[in-house]
């Protein structure tokens, strides 16, 4: 009787949950699109006699070391995190999915040559592949990108893969092979309908593991360097003030956790949607 009483209770929270996940998510795409209208202060230029002000009215987020506003900075520093997140996610999505894709329709050597590659490749933890991939390519934004993209290939191969070996075997696909279909069109038409869903609800999934990544890197120094604004770097540059101005690493560190809960929070509905269906 209880758990009938709450059930209500628990579908407002959800809702509102959703909500306030998809407003931050609008917000930090506006931040994103039209930085000038959320901060009217130069993210590159300060005053050194304002260094390292608290949060007030005229400074919302405090200023740093060298008297920028770290409003400001964290704003425009949005639109260069976040191109490199999607760029990750859509690399990982693509040449995952293919691969899976290839791997799971052709089978036999090419299928079990597949499978060892994946292994290896998550057998490494996802960050540290990316360092090594970032050692190899050299800094900068771009190279965070291609670097989180490919340390999530795996994920994306495996996943596509299992989904193809699954509507391999359905009736609807022997039919069409029996009929004379291509085998391009077999994939095309009835295998990646049915796998696109699960793929689509894990690139979500994925938004928030590459923004933490792509800001990880950032903040040890492999991404932008100063002084770009850019959430990892806004983080890197105040850890030496810790002490004396926590604002300097708190806030920008609080946008990112707020930006990945609600993207986590954003791909579960996605993932549940995609599940009911």
């Known amino acids: 009787m209880s758990l009938v009483l709450l059930a209500p209770v628990r579908r407002r929270r959800f809702a509102v949950t959703l909500w306030l996940s998809a407003v931050m998510l609008l917000l930090v795409v506006l931040w994103a699109l039209f930085p000038a ?26 200023t740093d070391h060298l008297g920028r506003d770290l409003w400001s900075r964290t704003v425009y520093g949005t639109a260069l995190t976040l191109q490199a997140t999607l760029f990750s996610v859509l ?20 299928d079990s040559l597949f499978m060892r590659v994946i292994d290896v490749l998550m057998a490494i933890p996802n960050l540290l592949l990316a360092m090594a991939i970032i050692t190899v390519l050299g800094f900068g934004t771009l190279h965070i ?11 994306f191969a495996r996943l596509s893969r299992g989904e193809v070996l699954r509507s391999r075997t359905q009736l609807f696909v022997e039919a069409a092979r029996a009929s004379g279909v291509g085998h391009f069109s077999v994939v095309r038409q009835h295998i990646l309908p049915h796998a696109l869903g699960p793929v689509l609800s894990l690139a979500a999934l994925e938004m928030g593991f590459a923004l933490l990544s792509v800001s990880s890197l950032g903040f040890l120094g ?11 770097l806004l983080i890197a540059e105040g850890r030496n003030y810790i002490a004396a101005a926590w604002w300097f690493t708190s806030l920008p560190g609080v946008v990112i956790i707020l930006t990945v809960l609600a993207t986590n929070r954003i791909a579960g509905f996605i993932q549940d949607a995609s599940e009911e269906r």
């Open 91 to 110: 690399i990982a999505l693509v040449v995952g999915s293919l691969s899976g894709v290839l791997a799971g329709y052709c089978g036999g050597r090419l």
């Open 222 to 232: 492999f991404g932008a360097p100063p002084p770009t604004p850019e959430w990892g």
């Open 145 to 155: 990108a291609v670097a989180v993209g490919l340390s999530s290939v795996a994920t």
């Open 37 to 62: 209208l959320f901060a009217h202060g130069d993210p590159l230029v300060g005053d050194p006699r304002q260094a390292l002000q608290p949060p007030s009215a005229q400074f919302w987020f405090g």
